[in-house]
Nanobody
């Protein structure tokens, strides 16, 4: 079994910053790309940013220049630094990790979600 535990969400004013963390633990052999997705009320879940184990990252156009994804492979942890937050960034943010387990199976895991609210 593998668990993804997220932290760091909350309420912030427009222009503010938050840092999300997601730690994967359990029977992990390897994790390729880890990512953050978000889902706003009434909208589909969308990719925010992804990062490979080698450090290659990509971002949604809406967050480029404001958000930075990073990763600590030794801790199986991915971070999302969010700066210059806007009300339209309000959503539930989900961590995603495609895991190859020690048993040799491939499973796509999701975190439980953390609420980010940007409002004055």
């Amino acid at each position: 079994q593998v668990q993804l535990v997220e932290s760091g969400g909350g309420l912030v004013q427009p222009g503010g910053s938050l840092r999300l963390s997601c730690a994967a633990s359990g029977s992990i052999f390897s994790i390729n790309a880890m990512g953050w997705y978000r889902q706003a009320p009434g909208k589909q879940r969308e990719l925010v940013a992804k990062i490979t184990s080698g450090g290659t990252s990509n971002y949604a156009d809406s967050v480029k220049g404001r958000f930075t994804i990073s990763r600590d492979n030794a801790k199986n942890t991915v971070y999302l630094q969010m700066n210059s937050l806007k009300p339209e960034d309000t959503a539930v943010y989900y961590c995603n990790a495609p895991v190859v387990t020690k048993a040799g199976t491939w499973v796509n895991y999701w975190g439980q979600g953390t609420q980010v609210t940007v409002s004055s």
